[in-house]
């Protein structure tokens, strides 16, 4: 048997399933994606961080007597150069959104693919209701995997033991393309992104306590920041998962942790069972969007009027990393005030963010929208003055992104256009009033789930 392994997003030796399955003789590849790479800005931050995590695992497979051969290109054309080398198939983990399936459909007829869910802790098709049907809803999902969330630990792959029984193909390794060559940066990363998964979870272990209280104070660091390590790959949520398991703290405070891990499980399943909710509203409404330029531009520039809604998205701007309620809070505010399509802010938040996966960013902003799957009724729409007043009281994140507001009483933060009234500051004017376009957005869903049912 001769086999590549593809290395995309499980950028790991541990608990990896592919190096787990594989057989005899092996070539492990990663491509740097020229489709996907030909779009993205020179001084992507996420480039920087493949790159770092791709010259560790192919420091990590030399050490166990493997190899990885990184190549820049087509997936496609690279497969058509290694198809003459008489490999019998492909192993590698799947990936639902549409550009990685139909990549993976080409690729098929070159040479088999063979697919693992390794990435996630379940399979999709696991945890469907009692007729067979996926939930669309959250809640019920995750009760129904109980006996999953309940264990003390998941089985893992046994991918160290099985290395020692594989051989490398004889094949001309070269050293990792540079990043330059490849027109891109090395940029300086946050610091969170310079630790292993490992370290964040054990600097999480002592926040945890914190974490159901404190998870919503953005000022503060409660979380723990794994998000972009899952992406990647550089730890198995079932890795995680049994450390956390093991954590000393209380069952409950591991469960609420463990929760949040199943949103993501949750937002893999919906697109899955749902592919055409990456393009359409799930619930099927049908919104008259405003869908205005200028002010989708003020959202994107951080320049709303609105303080806590441009600071929130000068720093995601600035740094590619955006606490979940401010995420929470912006998109509610694109898509309910604004009135502003989903699918708008999804691809802004896809052309930045650190951890973007496509799955959660998807049902995210479709929940926000109210378009998605969830319980949550239409009119909610976030009032952002009221979420800063209690999530940073005394402006500390707003001050932090802001300098120039400072010396600014932070009640001022809290009171709709009390800085554009301020005559010593030149703060932009709201874009929109925060009631009427309440009112504009809870009236057009009304209409547009009324006409649905
Ligand atoms: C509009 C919007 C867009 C989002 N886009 C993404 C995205 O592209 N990628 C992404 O990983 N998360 C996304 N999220 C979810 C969430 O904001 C991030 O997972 C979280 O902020 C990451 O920080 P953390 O690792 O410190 O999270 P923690 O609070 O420490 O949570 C631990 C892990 O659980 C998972 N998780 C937590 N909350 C969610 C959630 N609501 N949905 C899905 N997974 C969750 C993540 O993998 C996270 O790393 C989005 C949320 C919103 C509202």
């Known amino acids: 048997m001769k086999q590549i392994l593809w290395f995309r997003r499980d950028l790991r030796i541990k608990d990896n399933a592919i190096l787990a399955n594989a057989k005899d003789e092996v070539l492990p590849i990663f491509i740097f994606d020229k489709n ?26 030399k050490n166990l007597g493997l190899d990885l051969q990184v190549f820049y290109g087509k997936p496609f054309e690279v497969f058509q150069k290694l198809s003459s080398f008489g490999f019998d198939e492909v192993l590698t983990s799947v990936d639902f959104d549409d550009y990685a399936k139909n990549r993976d459909q080409e690729i098929e007829k070159l040479i088999p693919l063979k697919r693992f869910y390794d990435s996630f802790l379940i399979h999709p098709n696991d945890g469907l209701k009692a007729d067979g049907t996926p939930y669309k809803v ?18 893992e792959f046994d991918s160290l033991g099985n290395i020692k029984n594989l051989k490398l193909v004889d094949f001309n390794f070269s050293s990792i393309i540079n990043l330059e060559d490849m027109g ?38 409660n979380t723990s920041s794994l998000a972009v390590h899952f992406r990647f790959g550089l730890i198995s949520p079932r890795i995680a998962f049994n450390i956390v398991k093991k954590f000393n703290v209380s069952d409950d405070e591991k469960e609420f942790f463990i929760r949040e891990l199943f949103w993501r499980e949750f937002y893999n399943y919906i697109l899955f069972h749902f592919p055409n909710s990456e393009f359409e509203n799930l619930n099927g409404i049908k919104v008259n969007w405003n869908n205005d330029e200028k002010d989708f531009k003020a959202w994107c520039d951080g320049k709303t009027g609105v303080v806590l809604i441009d600071a929130a998205m000068r720093k995601f701007n600035e740094t590619g990393t955006m606490h979940n309620r401010l995420r929470m809070i912006v998109s509610s505010y694109l898509t309910k005030n604004l009135l502003i399509d989903w699918k708008w802010g999804e691809k802004y938040f896809a052309s930045k963010l650190l951890d973007y996966e ?19 009724p239409y009119f909610r729409v976030f009032n952002p003055y009221l979420q800063s007043k209690k999530f940073d009281k005394d402006g500390i994140f707003i001050k932090s992104v802001i300098p120039e507001l400072k010396n600014i009483d932070s009640k001022l ?41």
């Not at 959250?138 to 969330?149: A, D, Q, R, S, V």
């Not at 310079?194 to 953005?218: H, M, P, V």
């Not at 554009?420 to 869903?445: C, G, H, T, W």
Request: proline fraction near 2%; include cysteine; hydrophobic fraction near 35%.
């Open 358 to 376: 496509a799955c959660s960013n998807i049902g995210s902003w479709q929940w926000a929208a109210s378009t998605g799957a969830d319980s949550v």
């Open 413 to 453: 933060f809290h009171l709709e256009n009390a800085l554009q009234e301020n005559m010593f500051l030149d703060y932009p004017k709201q874009v929109v009033s925060i009631d009427f376009s309440r009112k504009r957005a809870i009236e057009e869903f009304k209409r547009a789930n009324n006409e649905k049912d």
């Open 138 to 155: 959250f809640t019920p999902f995750y009760k129904n995997l109980k006996f999953i969330w309940q264990s003390n630990g998941l089985n």
């Open 36 to 61: 996907i790479l030909d779009k993205v800005d020179s001084k992507d931050k996420r480039v920087t961080f493949i790159y770092e995590s791709v010259k560790n695992l192919k420091e990590d497979l």
């Open 184 to 221: 891109f940066s090395k940029v300086d990363l946050p610091e969170f992104l310079n630790k292993t998964a490992y370290e964040l979870l054990s600097e999480f272990e002592t926040k945890i306590k914190n974490y159901t209280e404190g998870r919503d104070y953005f000022y503060m660091e």
